[in-house]
C-alpha cells in the first residue's frame, strides 16, 4: 500500500491592525528625531557641555595635585600641625625644580595666590633658587630662600589639595575661606565683597522687574482690549526695540543722561534747574536702562495670556452687581497671574546677568555679578571663581524655574 503525503499550506496570519499603527508610530517618531538630531547636537554642544565645565571647575581642581605629585605623597602622614619633617621639604625642593624645566611654576604660584595672595612671585623666585639645591637639609634651606614655606596657612592648603574637589571656590562666593588650620572661616572684611554684589544684583533685578511689571501691565491690558487693527500697531511699537542691539540702547541712554546731555539740556532751557543733574554713572541710570530693555519682554508673555482671556467672564461679573475694579482684580487678574509670573521671571532672570549696561551707564557701586565673572575670566585668569560664581547664579535660575513651575505651571502659558 502507497502512502500519499498531503502538504497543507497555511496562509499568513494577518498582522494585527494596532500592531500596524504602532509601526507607523514608530517610524513617524524615529523621522522627527532624525530632523531634531541637529539641533540636539547643538544644544549638547553649545550650552550642555559648556556648563558641565563651568560647574566641574567651581568644585575640582587639580593643578597642585598635577604639578606637586612628590609633595603630595611626602603629606600624607602629615598631621597637620606645625610644619612637615624633612622628607616633605625634600619633596618640595625636587618639584619645584621640575615645575621650573616644565615650566609649571608659574601655575603652581599662581593656584597658591588664589587663596594667599602675593605668592605667585614667591613660588616663582622659590622654584629657580631651589634648582640650585643639591644636597639637604631641604627644610632649613627652603624656608631660608622664602619663610612663606615656614608658615603653616600654605602647607594646610597643600594638604587639602591632595583631593582634586574642593570647596575654596564655592565657599570664596559667599565670603568664607579655609583658615591656616583648614577650618571654614569668614573671610576678612576687605574681601568680603560677594555677598553685597549678589544682594546688589537681586537688589537690582527685582527693581527692573517691578519697574517693568507696573509699566508693561496696563499696556498689555490696552492692547489685549483695543480693535486689532490698532493693537498691531502699537504692537509693532513694542517690538521695535527688538530691532536694536542693547549695546546701541545704552549708549543711547549716555547721550541722553551726560552732563550735557540731551535731559539735562532741556531741563536747562526751561529753567527747571541751575546746574546739570548726575543722572549718568549711578544706580538710577542702571536701572533707567535696564528698563528700557526690558520692558518688551515682560509685556509679552502677559500680552500673550490676556488675548486669551475671554470678555464675558467680566461682563458677567459685572451683571451679577459687581463694580468694575471687583470685577478686574477678582475675576480678570486671577487668568492673567501665568503671563505675569512668566513676564516678570524671563526679565528677573535676564537681569540677574547683565554685564553691558552696568559696564556703560552704571559706576562703580553698580557694578553686577556678572562683572566679576568677567573680571576672574578675563583678566585674572581664574576660571574656579568665575565658575562658582556662575554656578550660583545658575541655580539661582533653577530655582526660580522650579518655583514657577510648581506655583503657575509652564503648560498653563499660552504663546498665541
Known amino acids: 500500500m502507497s502512502t500519499i503525503a498531503v502538504k497543507f499550506t497555511h496562509s499568513p496570519k494577518p498582522v494585527p491592525l494596532s500592531v500596524k499603527f504602532r509601526r507607523v508610530e514608530s517610524r513617524r517618531q524615529l523621522r522627527a528625531f532624525t530632523l531634531l538630531l541637529p539641533l540636539v547636537l547643538f544644544v549638547l554642544i553649545a550650552f550642555v557641555f559648556p556648563i558641565g565645565r563651568m560647574l566641574e571647575n567651581a568644585a575640582y581642581d587639580k ?65 629657580r633658587q631651589a634648582s640650585l639645591l643639591t644636597t639637604g637639609p631641604y627644610k632649613q634651606a627652603m624656608i631660608a630662600i622664602a619663610p612663606l614655606w615656614g608658615r603653616h596657612d600654605v602647607w594646610s592648603l597643600l594638604r587639602r589639595a591632595r583631593s582634586p574637589y574642593t570647596a575654596y571656590y564655592l565657599l570664596r562666593s559667599v565670603d568664607y575661606q579655609y583658615d591656616a588650620d583648614g577650618k571654614i572661616a569668614s573671610s576678612p572684611t576687605e574681601t568680603a565683597i560677594f555677598r553685597d554684589v549678589f544682594l546688589r544684583t537681586f537688589g537690582i533685578s527685582t527693581a527692573v522687574t517691578v519697574a517693568t511689571l507696573l509699566l508693561g501691565f496696563p499696556v498689555a491690558y490696552l492692547l489685549a482690549m483695543i480693535p486689532p487693527k490698532i493693537s498691531n500697531l502699537l504692537m509693532i511699537m513694542v517690538v521695535l526695540p527688538f530691532w536694536t542691539s542693547g549695546l546701541v540702547r545704552s549708549i543711547a541712554w549716555v547721550v541722553l543722561l551726560q552732563k550735557n546731555g540731551v535731559v539735562n539740556n532741556v531741563l536747562l532751557e526751561l529753567h527747571m534747574i541751575s546746574q546739570p543733574l548726575e543722572l549718568i554713572f549711578n544706580r538710577f541710570s542702571t536701572v533707567g536702562a535696564m528698563i528700557n530693555i526690558q520692558l518688551p519682554i515682560t509685556l509679552l508673555p502677559i500680552y500673550s495670556v490676556m488675548k486669551t482671556i475671554s470678555p464675558n467672564y467680566v461682563r458677567a461679573a459685572r451683571s451679577l452687581g459687581a463694580g468694575p475694579f471687583y470685577a478686574f482684580w477678582k475675576v480678570y487678574f486671577p487668568q492673567t497671574l501665568p503671563g505675569v509670573v512668566a513676564g516678570c521671571l524671563l526679565t528677573f532672570i535676564l537681569c540677574l546677568g547683565y554685564y553691558i549696561t552696568p559696564s556703560i551707564v552704571g559706576g562703580p557701586a553698580d557694578q553686577m555679578i556678572s562683572y566679576f565673572i568677567a573680571h576672574y575670566t578675563n583678566e585674572e585668569l581664574n576660571w574656579g571663581m568665575a565658575s562658582a560664581l556662575g554656578a550660583i547664579l545658575l541655580t539661582t535660575t533653577m530655582i526660580l524655574y522650579l518655583a514657577y513651575n510648581r506655583l503657575a505651571g509652564a503648560d498653563r502659558l499660552m504663546m498665541r
Open 63 to 127: 593643578i597642585l595635585l598635577t604639578f606637586m605629585p612628590q609633595t603630595m605623597i611626602a603629606i600624607e602622614s602629615w598631621d597637620g600641625t606645625d610644619v612637615p619633617d624633612e622628607a616633605a621639604f625634600a619633596a618640595l625642593a625636587a618639584d619645584l625644580k621640575g615645575a621650573l624645566e616644565h615650566n609649571t611654576a608659574f601655575q603652581i604660584g599662581n593656584r597658591i595666590n588664589y587663596e594667599l595672595p602675593g605668592a605667585a612671585g614667591t613660588v616663582l623666585s622659590s622654584a
